[in-house]
């Protein structure tokens, strides 16, 4: 008998080949929501092997009485949202997928072996929020299509562009590093700010100018980009106060996590023009905060606002690479452990 393999929402196809090679393979076949945990728990009792994405569950409840669980592929722990006590004490084993280290020659991910493909893509994702903020894309879009006529050369739709304009990077990190080659190459200034200054040469390789004061960074620029990673720390990390500073004209753009920002601040900012707009990625209902990520009404309403559904990573080549990961070790378990 094969193993029977329930994987968590679609994916791309290489990881799903390659899956059903070595067993019986059932897809979550919705993408407008997660898997709820009353689903996973009936696929643990019909499935020998689980294919979790990073925000997927794992509950106590899925290594209950009928489950016939023996491996769940995954990213790795979260506390968050996996209970570890429940896994550690399961005997089910966690496959989590095995993450190329970087060539010595390449620390930063530029190479195309697959390393660094996430942080690529998802820099990309930021230039591009930012680019529709800047030419107001996502306007003229919405203009188009509802009107079908349109007065040639309209101010309308006037952006500021980015030629001469100032980005500001609020953290440095893998994303920031991708989308800073691509921001000096569009005539940009960009400053940025960390806990930790960069080196006069890597600032150099980088294109970039540190700013100390992170209120100074957010006052200069015009495009703010939120590139830090959440800890309980620096939770509501932007509000309010944060917004004020900002120039009316500037745009807010937020590729790292909603909990970074106090929400209700940033609508009202929104609203009532303390800033220009807002090119948002992330959100605060999202896992573990609700189960069912959903993206809040009022951004919805708004036309200043560009929106996409946390998905920075939603290249071929980095979707397949790391779901690819999680296939290959599931694979490998079954390989060393089922028994026909």
């Not at 990309?124 to 930012?130: G, K, R």
């Not at 006529?149 to 980015?162: A, K, L, N």
């Not at 959440?230 to 509000?239: I, K, P, S, V, W």
Request: aromatic share 10%.
């Amino acid at each position: 008998m094969r193993p029977r393999i329930f994987v968590t929402q679609p994916i791309p196809q290489p990881a799903l080949e390659l899956l059903r090679e070595h067993g019986h393979v059932e897809v979550f076949p919705w993408t407008n929501r997660d898997v709820s945990l009353d689903e996973l728990e009936s696929a643990s009792v019909r499935s020998h092997y689980l294919f979790c994405m990073h925000e997927t569950p794992i509950r106590a409840s899925l290594f209950g009485p009928g489950s016939q669980l023996v491996g769940i592929g995954y990213s790795g722990p979260d506390p968050e949202l996996h209970d570890l006590e429940a896994i550690a004490s399961s005997g089910v084993r966690m496959l989590t997928a095995v993450r190329p280290s970087p060539p010595d020659d390449d620390p930063d991910g530029f190479s195309w072996d697959g390393y660094g493909l996430n942080p690529r893509a998802t820099g990309q994702l930021m230039v591009a929020l930012l680019l529709n903020c800047a030419y107001r894309v996502n306007e003229s879009d919405m203009f188009c299509r509802a009107n079908g006529f349109f007065q040639e050369m309209t101010m309308q739709f006037m952006g500021h562009g980015t030629t001469g304009k100032t980005v500001g990077l609020y953290g440095f990190g893998k994303v920031a590093k991708q989308a800073a080659r691509l921001l000096s190459a569009m005539d940009m200034e960009v400053l940025y700010t960390k806990r930790t200054r960069l080196t006069p040469a890597d600032e150099a390789k980088w294109g970039v100018q540190w700013v100390a004061d992170a209120d100074d960074l957010i006052t200069r620029s015009d495009y703010v980009c939120l590139l830090v990673n959440y800890t309980a720390d620096n939770a509501e990390l932007f509000g309010e106060r944060e917004f004020k500073l900002m120039k009316p004209t500037a745009y807010f753009i937020n590729v790292a996590r909603g909990r970074l920002v106090d929400e209700q601040a940033l609508i009202a900012a929104l609203r009532d023009g303390t800033i220009a707009g807002a090119g948002l990625e992330a959100f605060r209902t999202e896992p573990p905060v609700v189960h069912d990520a959903y993206v809040p009404a009022e951004f919805r309403k708004m036309d200043n606002v560009v929106l996409t559904p946390h998905n920075g990573g939603a290249t071929y080549a980095s979707r397949g690479a790391q779901t690819l990961r999680t296939a290959e070790a599931i694979v490998a378990d079954i390989k060393a452990n089922w028994k026909n």
